[in-house]
């Protein structure tokens, strides 16, 4: 296994890369905000040169994702460009010819700019939906559990389940949280057909790093997730930094310095290997 350095910021190894490849939750977001901490790091990169992409699972339209940057006064300037999971399945369900229009939601409600200005119809009858839809959890269910009723239902209708990204779990005030990747395989372990968008998606990761110029040298993924962002970073050869107060922070704990033996650990669990390790993304 490879050795992994932990670090407290960026600016020690930042060097020795061309380009970035940035998470939005757990990464840039602190909570529910975002971490003045991880702007200014940013705009350090893009000050020295060094292109940065946000790359998100988040079911968030680009322009969702635009705002919630530009109310907290970040410069859009010092990113190359923003990839969610949410635009890239709109442009998808565009031109789907497959699927059907009528759709039954078990999340909650941030995924409704995905259907904007598409022919597709939400209804409130399983018995009458094509598919089953999920981008994020619906708040009066806490646990998987709480989903099988309908998971069973839509199984035994064999209706596909269209999930907005691939990620089991997020990071959001301190607290790790189901997200809607552990509907998907629990649909999935019920015998049900799955059509999932997100990191770490081959077709993705390709488009994203499509936005960085021709010359474009060495490439730093930044993530909170080895399921999808540490996977993402291996598939195109990219080296990995990951933010250990992110998802993995019941297994990495709280700490300013993070742990790597505990690091290690997960990375052997989970079959690949950051070369950093950070508590969270700092100049």
Known sequence: MEQITPIVGISKIIGAYGCVICGFDGVLTKGNGISSEAMKAIKNMHDKGIEVLLLSNSPLRVKEIVEILENVSFDLNNLKGIVSAGEVLHYKLK????????YYNLGGSSHKSI??????????????????FIGDMDPLRDSVEDYNADLQAAVAMRLPLVCVGTDV?????GEVCLSAGAIAEQYALLGGEIITTGKPDEDLLLYAKEAFSANSSKILFIGDSFLSDMKSASKIGADM????????????????IPDVQKARQ???NYGVCPQY?????RW
């Open 277 to 281: 390790l950070i508590s969270g993304l």
């Open 95 to 102: 031109s789907n010819k497959k699927l059907g229009q009528k």
């Open 241 to 256: 930094l990951l933010i250990s107060k992110g998802i993995h922070v019941h297994a990495l704990g709280e700490g300013y």
């Open 169 to 173: 779990a997020t990071h959001k005030d």
């Open 266 to 268: 997960l990375a052997l």
């Open 115 to 132: 259907f904007d200005g598409l022919n597709y119809q939400k209804v409130s009858d399983l018995s009458k939906a094509d598919f089953v």
